[in-house]
């Protein structure tokens, strides 16, 4: 066992050591300041980037919506949670292999296999009776503003980490591949959510799903359900 190895280890045992109200405090900590990244991120790209707007106007912030985006902060907890009593119990167990190679890969897995799964979840919450009971608040925003990525149902935000948790059921990720993908996935919301353009056009020919391609789907709700690419929506025809 080299340092790093040795070191992750030690962060591992000291976690595995944390109480319960020592965890939710924790998990609290983490989310919160993943909510303000996030909004600082957006802010910091929207008074920088010179592309055009998508929408002529933000979506402007309300109240509603920012009780809603705290609430979608307490689900992630209480998912984030979920995701340590199943690695306590011993159903989710956390690789330490420090390979770079390993890692990329890992991530690149994750990145697959959960947008597959957000792009059947996100089809299905489209169904007429799902769409008006969960998905069409955020729908609301046709154009969009900070708040945005966290204005969700809370059904809907659990479903997602509960997506995750299967992924993690499933296969022992290394606990820096996912991290990596968690602070991906965040990014990559906030600038899919953007109201300007990010991404340049000629990325749309490698299947990314761009700021456009989710304000598409934001416009004209049966299209571009994915959520990283567009590979899902090509293969389904939903693309546009």
Same mark, same amino acid.
């Given at each position: 066992m080299n340092f790093n190895e040795a070191t992750l280890s030690g962060y591992?045992?000291?976690f &595995? !050591? #944390? +109480? &319960?109200?020592? &965890?939710?405090?924790?998990?609290?900590?983490?989310?919160?300041?993943?909510?303000?990244?996030?909004?600082?991120?957006y802010l910091f790209i929207d008074n920088t980037c010179r592309k055009k707007t998508l929408q002529e106007n933000n !979506?402007?912030? +309300?109240?509603?919506?920012?009780? $809603? +985006?705290?609430?979608?902060?307490?689900?992630?907890? #209480?998912?984030? $949670?979920?995701?340590?009593?199943?690695?306590?119990?011993? &159903?989710?167990? $956390?690789?330490? !292999?420090?390979?770079?190679?390993?890692i990329i890969a890992e991530v690149i897995a994750l990145l697959f296999l959960m947008d597959l799964l957000m792009y059947f979840f996100h089809y299905a919450a489209h169904l007429p009776l799902i769409y008006k009971v969960l998905h069409g608040k955020h729908h609301e925003h046709i154009s969009t503003n900070f708040l945005s990525?966290?204005?969700?149902?809370?059904?809907?935000?659990?479903?997602?980490?509960?997506?995750? $948790?299967a992924l993690l059921l499933c296969y022992n990720f290394s606990v820096i591949s996912i991290s990596i993908y968690l602070l991906v996935n965040l990014i990559w919301g906030t600038i899919g959510?953007?109201?300007?353009?990010?991404f340049p056009a000629s990325f749309d020919r490698f299947f990314v799903g761009t700021t456009r391609f989710h304000n598409q789907h934001h416009l004209e709700g049966n299209r571009n359900f994915g959520f990283y690419t567009s590979i899902w929506d090509r293969v389904f025809r939903t693309y546009k």
């Amino acid at each position: 066992m080299n340092f790093n190895e040795a070191t992750l280890s030690g962060y591992l045992d000291l976690f &595995w !050591h #944390f +109480s &319960w109200p020592q &965890w939710i405090i924790f998990s609290l900590i983490i989310n919160i300041f993943l909510y303000f990244f996030s909004i600082g991120l957006y802010l910091f790209i929207d008074n920088t980037c010179r592309k055009k707007t998508l929408q002529e106007n933000n !979506h402007p912030i +309300s109240q509603s919506d920012f009780y $809603l +985006s705290l609430m979608t902060v307490i689900c992630n907890s #209480f998912v984030m $949670l979920a995701g340590v009593f199943l690695w306590k119990s011993g &159903w989710i167990v $956390l690789g330490e !292999h420090q390979s770079v190679v390993g890692i990329i890969a890992e991530v690149i897995a994750l990145l697959f296999l959960m947008d597959l799964l957000m792009y059947f979840f996100h089809y299905a919450a489209h169904l007429p009776l799902i769409y008006k009971v969960l998905h069409g608040k955020h729908h609301e925003h046709i154009s969009t503003n900070f708040l945005s990525l966290f204005v969700l149902h809370p059904f809907e935000t659990i479903g997602f980490g509960l997506m995750m $948790l299967a992924l993690l059921l499933c296969y022992n990720f290394s606990v820096i591949s996912i991290s990596i993908y968690l602070l991906v996935n965040l990014i990559w919301g906030t600038i899919g959510h953007l109201n300007r353009e990010f991404f340049p056009a000629s990325f749309d020919r490698f299947f990314v799903g761009t700021t456009r391609f989710h304000n598409q789907h934001h416009l004209e709700g049966n299209r571009n359900f994915g959520f990283y690419t567009s590979i899902w929506d090509r293969v389904f025809r939903t693309y546009k």
